[in-house]
């Protein structure tokens, strides 16, 4: 009898078998969409975030190259003040350094009478001359 009940149930068992296999290949797929839509959500989130941070540091380099470009502007006038500054002192000494040549010529070429008292005097006399050095 056994044999008969299997002979006449076997198709509706794997009919039934069939849509189980179905039914649960169904519910694989659709958690699959679910966390791959979950998974997509989540990549989207951090990739806004993303975004939001390389926009702020495309901001923050912005403004750090400006703040160089500023530095640099500074810097390019500091240094031509500067160079200005040396031109006009080499020249201001260079214009001493004339005075005092000169003085010293004058110093060598003067006539002082012989002795002391006569050296003193003279010296008394450019006194003024000579507080200038």
Do not use: K
Not at 57 to 85: G, K, Y
């Amino acid at each position: 009898m056994f044999p008969l009940l299997v002979g006449q149930l076997w198709r509706p068992v794997a009919i039934a078998l069939l849509i189980a296999g179905a039914l649960g290949y169904r519910a694989l797929l659709l958690h699959q969409r679910d966390a791959a839509r979950a998974q997509a959500t989540q990549l989207g989130a951090s990739l806004a975030d993303a975004e939001a941070s390389n926009a702020a540091l495309q901001s923050a380099i912005a403004v750090q190259n400006s703040a160089v470009a500023q530095l640099r502007t500074q810097m390019a006038r500091s240094a031509e003040v500067a160079a200005t500054r040396e031109r006009a002192a080499t020249a201001a000494g260079a214009a001493e350094m004339s005075t005092a040549v000169s003085g010293a010529r004058a110093i060598e070429a003067a006539p002082i009478e012989a002795g002391c008292a006569a050296a003193i005097r003279w010296g008394n006399a450019r006194a003024v001359e000579f507080g200038r050095w």
